[in-house]
């Protein structure tokens, strides 16, 4: 994997963010919630020579399990969101990943749920 954090002493240029997606970008449709749970798709556990290594570092972090889309950003710190998604929505188009929303993208917890973990955390912390 790259890493575009400057070393001190080095000049202040950088590259730009369209060179690191090598020019693609989101689609509308493309937006993924930070909640949304990532996974790699069975039977595709090689990594092509024709993936960024970015793209490589994402699906190596995919392979354990599935991990929120905050969580792969939080993994690739160096890199804004924007471009998370950008390689997210890029391996999803090529069927590297799976996407599956998460169980609490529009379903409330009902208030007796809420009631027993409040009193779980209260029992637990005092």
């Not at 937006?31 to 990594?47: E, N, R, S, Y």
């Not at 190596?60 to 924007?82: K, N, R, Y």
């Not at 809420?114 to 005092?126: I, N, Q």
């Amino acid at each position: 994997m790259i890493d575009y954090r400057l070393d001190p002493g080095e000049s202040p240029e950088f590259v730009r963010l369209y060179v690191v997606t090598q020019g693609r970008k989101l689609s509308g449709g493309a937006q993924l919630p930070l909640t949304a749970f990532i996974a790699t798709v069975d039977g595709k556990q090689h990594l092509p020579s024709r993936l960024s290594p970015e793209e490589k570092h994402i699906l190596q972090l995919c392979q354990g399990g599935c991990l929120s889309v905050a969580e792969v950003a939080g993994h690739t710190s160096h890199l804004p969101l924007s471009v998370v998604r950008t390689f997210l929505a890029s391996l999803l188009e090529t069927g590297y990943i799976t996407v599956r929303p998460s169980k609490a993208d529009g379903v409330a917890a009902s208030a007796q749920t809420l009631r027993h973990v409040l009193d779980g955390l209260e029992a637990k912390f005092g």
